[in-house]
């Protein structure tokens, strides 16, 4: 027999986190739609952003526009986990969102940019960070442009703002070119598939831990 054990003591399980990052316009807003479309395990951090909302997005589900004054009351509260400067707008994830997804046990996938992706990793989040790019700067410009919702200098800003956010890519756990977008899709879904089996996110807890004492 071994030594008597707490068997009371239960593991809450609490979602993995997962940043994605993108340049604006190589797809990881579609990519992720088809990943989120068959996995019911997976929750959408909605962050807060000053961004004026593009036709048909909507409050609380894209994001949660807050004007410039509420944003930056709500960063002196200390709601934000990280926030950042983007694109001329700020963007940031909210404490209390984050919390109630990984508390439901969902695995949560933050969308930011590459200052947000270390910010997280700056205060010890635990994260497996994952960057999406498009196969060539042309096609970037050709998806940004197609997509319409952006006016001409917007879309030179973000074209700007891409060279340096795909010089950072190493810094990530891992890359996906999204040239085919089923192709892309496939290989999100198997990162997520393939985190989830590591062994140190597994219950230790369990009917098998107490095996060798049968
Ligand atoms: P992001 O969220 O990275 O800014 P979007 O998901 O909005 O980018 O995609 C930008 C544009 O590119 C959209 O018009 C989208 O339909 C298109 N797009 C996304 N992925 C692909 C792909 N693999 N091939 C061709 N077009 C794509
Ligand atoms: P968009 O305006 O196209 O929706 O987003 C622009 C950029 O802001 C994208 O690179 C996106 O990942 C980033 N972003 C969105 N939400 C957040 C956030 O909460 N924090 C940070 N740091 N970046 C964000």
Redesign the pocket.
Known sequence: MGQAEDTTKITIPRGIVFVV????GAG?RTVLERVFAQDARLGLSV???T?PPRTGEVHGKD?YFLDRDTFARRVQAGDFV???E??G?A???LREELDRLLASGKDTV????V??MR?VKRIGLDAVTIFIMAPSMEELKRRLRARGTDSAEVVDLRLANARAEIAARGEFDYVIVNDRLEDAAADLAAILRAERCRARRQPMEDEWTHMEDR
């Open positions: 990052s993108a340049p604006s990881k962050s807060a952003t961004r994001y990280e926030w950042a983007v694109h707008n963007y940031g994830t933050l969308e930011l940019d200052q947000g910010n």
